[in-house]
């Protein structure tokens, strides 16, 4: 897609993509926010990891007093029932120790990286709404989507598992080995000698498990963006009947996400078989120089008991050593989407108040309209250019002119979707960019070519901008804990209000047909709407909110023309003072405008009264002999021209510019 040439920067925007270390670093105010929970959670792994060794102690203790062994240090001269009872408990209660701590570590990281989840997601969110029509225009929806959910569970899982693991997996080989270590060092010399090459298949194994995965999870997303790319679409591929070909896409994409979930069972399954069978080995060799060791230690340095607690030690060891691969894969995803979710936030909004030049005395506007010189790139291609016009508050003005031509792209500069390449756009002869953002477009309300209706009753869809003045701002960058729940968003807009705003955009009647009135719900979970329901809907939630400025932009097309003249009343009603911009292509409705102007290829091309451009002969003149003859030949029962098709034809066969006026300076 085409970006503008001249686009103002941000003044933090353009960072450098960040190493995947500095973006852990941006991570960082996050983790601070519940340092507590991940001291007290990580330390008590550690603990866990301590009392879980205690056990192999007590068993020692117990073999050798059963046996009769004594080893050199320990005071355990034979074993009474009492001692025995003693140890016993010792291993229940170091069990119920590790156990405790075990849960409070999950009660405090767990919980930790959930609130931070929350965090995240509600800070980019807030974040997200201050972005504009530029980052949108470019931004896939369903990326969006994929790194709200996927991307921040990933993250989420490498700051709650992830940390405890790697805590879990240092402490628990520092801890083993030491008390390894205390009890042999030869048979430890062994054991440091194999495990590199246990944890290195180990390792390898779960890189080829993430990988599959990952491939499968792509498939997975791939596969569900397809199935819901076919439900939205039903009445194409109905209406072209090409079910059939739907259904082979499907089945190809289904087939390989089973072949990507067989290949990653192929690796998956043996795993654990694997690890059982690489830490019998390790074993088999400890038995036997341990065996050998203890027939060897006349003086009873090391015992029956010593070995079996080393056995019991080493065997501790190998959960640590199937989580070291699993642990690098969570951390580079994790890591992954931190930086896509750092994207996000990093992203500026190219339109903004400029701290330095917004004039933050401006409360209100009136609705004086001025472009002075302007045009507007995208690229290349000048899709406005040396635009001058003057629109007194309170005009009704038409625009008109072939598609493509600029009428869209005017409105947005006016509500500052987007800024000017040159020129100014001023709102009471102020230059637009010095008005606060949130004083102009609480003032203006824009009724788009392609409405959009929210899951939503019809009376929320149309008080849709309005009542949200009292409701608190998103605090970002804060923790959740110790925050107020927020309060109820209002849902219900002023009534009044409202079925006034569905009377002047001839909607009420229509309203008064469905099931639930205004309560009606609208949307995948309530009832479809026709085109000219949809568009009379945008209407009313345009003039509900009683904006100085008013753009309607090509919002009456799918209405008849008796719901048209109606809804052309209702903005007469309305209109008393205010700043009516009406696109369109249908000569009736444009023909009540105070001014028209024709633009042609980013330029105005003709401006005047509907009289004015009659007399001219020019693009507006053709457009009404057009629909004139269209309408005359409907009376006589052929169909009807389309106000569309009539202004497209005229595009092929432009104006002769010699009838065309100088454009008002
Ligand atoms: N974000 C964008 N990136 C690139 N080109 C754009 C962008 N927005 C608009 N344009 C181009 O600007 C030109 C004018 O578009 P605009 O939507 O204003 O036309 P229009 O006069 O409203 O047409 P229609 O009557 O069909 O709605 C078109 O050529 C369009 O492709």
Redesign the pocket.
């Known amino acids: ?3 503008p040439a001249r686009t103002r920067r941000h003044p933090t925007a353009g960072r450098p993509t960040r190493l995947p270390l500095e973006s852990l670093k941006s991570l960082w105010p996050y983790l601070m926010m519940h340092r507590r929970q991940y001291i007290i959670g990580l330390l008590a792994v550690v603990v866990a990891n301590s009392a879980n060794l205690l056990p192999g102690y007590f068993i020692r203790f117990t073999i050798d007093g059963l046996t009769g062994q004594v080893d050199a240090s320990a005071a355990t001269p034979g074993i009474t029932l009492e001692r025995a009872g003693l140890y016993a408990l010792g291993i229940v209660l170091a069990s119920l120790t590790a156990g405790s701590f075990m849960l409070l570590m999950r009660r405090m990281i767990v919980v930790a990286s959930r609130q931070t989840e929350y965090e995240i997601r509600r800070d980019i969110f807030a974040h997200l709404q201050t972005l504009d ?1 530029y980052y949108y ?1 470019r931004a896939r929806t369903g990326d969006l989507m994929n790194r709200l959910t996927g991307d921040l569970s990933a993250v989420r899982e490498m700051l709650g598992f992830g940390a405890w693991q790697i805590v879990n997996i240092i402490s628990g080989f520092v801890t083993a080995f030491a008390v390894m270590f205390s009890l042999s060092w030869q048979l430890t010399l062994i054991v440091i000698a194999v495990i590199p090459i246990i944890v290195g298949v180990l390792w390898y194994l779960a890189r080829l498990i993430n990988t599959r995965h990952k491939a499968a999870q792509e498939q997975n997303s791939l596969i569900a963006a397809r199935a819901q790319e076919n439900f939205s679409g039903a009445r194409v591929v109905k209406g072209y009947a090409i079910e059939d070909r739907e259904i082979e896409d499907y089945r190809a994409m289904n087939l390989e996400l089973l072949k990507r979930n067989v290949a990653l069972t192929r690796v998956d399954g043996p795993l654990r078989s694997f690890t059982s069978l690489l830490l019998g080995i390790a074993f088999a060799l400890i038995l036997m120089v341990g065996g050998r060791l203890i027939l060897t230690s006349p003086g009873g340095e090391f015992t029956t008991g010593m070995l079996v607690q080393f056995l019991i030690t080493l065997e501790r060891l190998a959960w640590p050593m199937l989580m070291i691969g699993w642990i690098t894969g969570v951390t580079q995803r994790g890591l992954g989407s931190w930086l896509r979710l750092r994207e996000m936030l990093d992203a500026r909004a190219q339109v903004y108040d400029d701290p330095g030049r917004s004039d933050t005395t401006v409360k209100a506007i009136r609705g004086d309209l001025a472009f002075e010189n302007v045009g507007v790139r ?2 290349t ?1 000048d ?1 406005l250019n040396g635009v001058n016009l003057q629109v007194p508050a309170g005009t009704f003005l038409g625009i008109t ?10 409105g947005q500069l006016i509500t500052r979707s987007i800024d000017p390449t040159s020129g100014v756009v001023k709102v009471d002869g102020q230059d637009v960019r010095l008005i606060p953002l949130k004083v102009l477009r609480d003032s203006i309300s824009v009724v788009p ?1 392609e409405p959009f209706l929210f899951s939503d009753t019809i009376a929320n869809n149309i008080g849709f901008g309005t009542g949200n003045a009292e409701l608190p701002v998103v605090p970002t960058g804060v923790s959740v804990v110790g925050l107020p729940f927020p309060q109820d968003i209002p849902q219900s807009p002023d009534e009044g209000r409202v079925s006034r705003a569905a009377r002047l955009a001839g909607l009420a009647g229509d309203i008064e047909d469905f099931p639930n009135k205004y309560d009606t719900m609208l949307g995948e979970r309530g009832v479809t709407l026709s085109g000219g329901q949809r568009q009379r809907t945008a209407i009313a939630r345009a003039i509900v909110r009683e904006p100085r400025i008013l753009i309607l ?2 919002s009456l097309s799918a209405v008849d023309t008796e719901t048209e003249r109606r809804i052309l009343d209702g903005l007469r009603e309305i209109s008393e003072g205010r700043t009516v911009i009406l ?1 369109g ?1 249908r000569v009736s409705t444009l023909r009540h405008a105070d001014h028209i102007v024709v ?1 042609n290829e ?1 330029r105005v091309t003709e401006q005047g009264t509907h009289d004015d451009l009659l007399a001219l002969g020019g693009h507006y003149a053709e457009l009404e002999r057009l629909q004139r003859l269209a309408s005359d030949l409907d009376s006589d029962d052929e169909p009807i021209e389309d106000p569309q098709a009539a ?1 497209d034809r005229l595009e092929s066969a432009p104006a002769d510019p010699s009838r065309i006026p100088e454009v008002q300076k």
């Open positions: 897609m085409l970006t029509k225009d995208y690229g291609l899709v002119g072939p598609t493509g031509a600029g009428k869209t792209v005017l070519q932009d090509d696109i292509h633009l980013g202004a």
